[in-house]
Nanobody, 126 residues
């Protein structure tokens, strides 16, 4: 089993930055990719970003966050990060970290991720 715990959420002003962390534990050798998703009230989860665990710098982003968010990972710490810059009120959501037991370029479907964290709230005030 793999466990994921997000941290770093909170309330900020529009234009501010926030960095989310996701610490993984358990059978981390089963992980080949990480993802970040977000969920707005009453809506489906939305793809934010993914990054390969081993395949160099292979990563992808959702259209609404390109150029503002950066995903990274530290394999020595079994941790994945989401740096969020120039935040907007429409970024307000619960952010979830996820891990996949396989990797392919452009991975973005929720169904590809077997392991999920509990989520962390990000609120951006105008």
């Amino acid at each position: 089993q793999v466990h994921l715990v997000e941290s770093g959420g909170g309330s900020v002003r529009a234009g501010d930055s926030l960095k989310l962390s996701c610490a993984t534990s358990g059978r981390t050798s089963n992980i080949y990719g990480y993802g970040w998703f977000r969920q707005f009230p009453g809506k489906e989860r939305e793809f934010v970003a993914t990054i390969a665990k081993y395949a160099g710098t292979d990563r992808s982003y959702g259209d609404s966050v390109k150029g503002r968010f950066t995903v990274s990972r530290d394999n020595d710490r079994n941790t994945v990060y989401l740096q969020m810059d120039n935040l907007k009120p429409e970024d307000t959501a619960i952010y979830y970290c996820a891990a996949s037991a396989f990797w392919q370029a452009g991975l973005s479907a929720q169904s590809s991720f077997a392991y999920w964290g509990q989520g962390t709230q990000v609120t951006v005030l105008s």
